[in-house]
């Protein structure tokens, strides 16, 4: 079975400061890897996911994310956080043989400050 | 616009009765899940179905049952035999085809709350 960690619980930022949450992955075999995110009172929603091809994939709201396969990382990034990127951040793991079960990190929450 | 829909949005439930919450969805997805969210303990997966008539176990099933009857609905019955079941139960479908394939769309969720 698949496990998730995501490294930081609770992150408090102010406006302009970069970001990078971390996220590794125990499975054996190939995964798809996605990062959500759940702004206050709205929808989990999808942030940027990766399947295959380059490493380095982008989402919305500039947030990027580089999957290293040797280290079993998917490793969320932005250069400037704004307030508005106030949030709960999931990373998520689906095995490309069983792709029924997706697991969750345990989530971070991101406090940016104005 | 497509969606998830799920009912009610909050619910208080005595000890020793069975609730359930309705899902449904008219995005013609195949594959359907229950999430439960835990503050701090991310979302786990409670039960899924990949098609119709068709369901199974996640990692938490104990104390849950679910029905799918129809592509569009995936109802989720909390019973008395779930000894914790105060918790936001959040479901999702997934669509196996396109540029989309793989990602989980949600819902509202739903709060439950045992009294």
């Known amino acids: 079975a698949q496990s998730v960690s995501q490294h930081n619980h609770h992150v408090i930022l102010s406006e302009a400061a970069s970001l990078e949450l971390g996220c590794n992955y125990s499975?054996?075999?190939?995964?798809?890897l996605f990062w959500y995110v759940q702004y206050p009172g709205q929808h989990l929603q999808l942030l940027l996911k990766?399947?295959?091809?380059?490493?380095l994939v982008k989402g919305i709201k500039g947030f990027e994310a580089e999957f290293i396969k040797s280290k079993f990382s998917f490793n969320l990034r932005k250069p400037s956080v704004q307030w508005s990127d106030t949030a709960e951040y999931f990373c998520a793991v689906t095995p490309r043989t069983n792709a029924g079960k997706s697991t969750f990190g345990d989530g971070t929450t991101l406090t940016v400050k104005p | 616009d497509g969606g998830i829909t799920q009912s009610p949005k909050y619910l208080f439930r005595k000890e020793g009765q069975n609730v359930t919450l309705s899902c449904e969805q008219n995005l013609n997805h195949d594959a359907m899940y229950w999430y439960r969210q835990d503050p701090g303990q991310g979302l786990r997966l409670i039960y899924y179905?990949?098609?119709?008539?068709?369901?199974q176990k996640g990692d938490i099933a104990e104390g849950y049952s679910v029905s799918r009857e129809k592509k569009e609905s995936f109802p989720l019955t909390v019973t008395s035999a779930q000894k914790n079941p105060t918790a936001f139960y959040l479901c999702?479908?997934?669509?196996?085809?396109?540029?989309?394939?793989?990602?989980?769309?949600f819902g509202a969720g739903s709060r439950l709350t045992v009294l």
């Open positions: 999702a479908s997934r669509d196996w085809r396109g540029s989309g394939a793989n990602v989980l769309t």
């Open positions: 179905s990949q098609i119709v008539n068709d369901f």
């Open positions: 499975y054996g075999g190939t995964v798809n």
């Open positions: 990766y399947f295959s091809g380059d490493p």
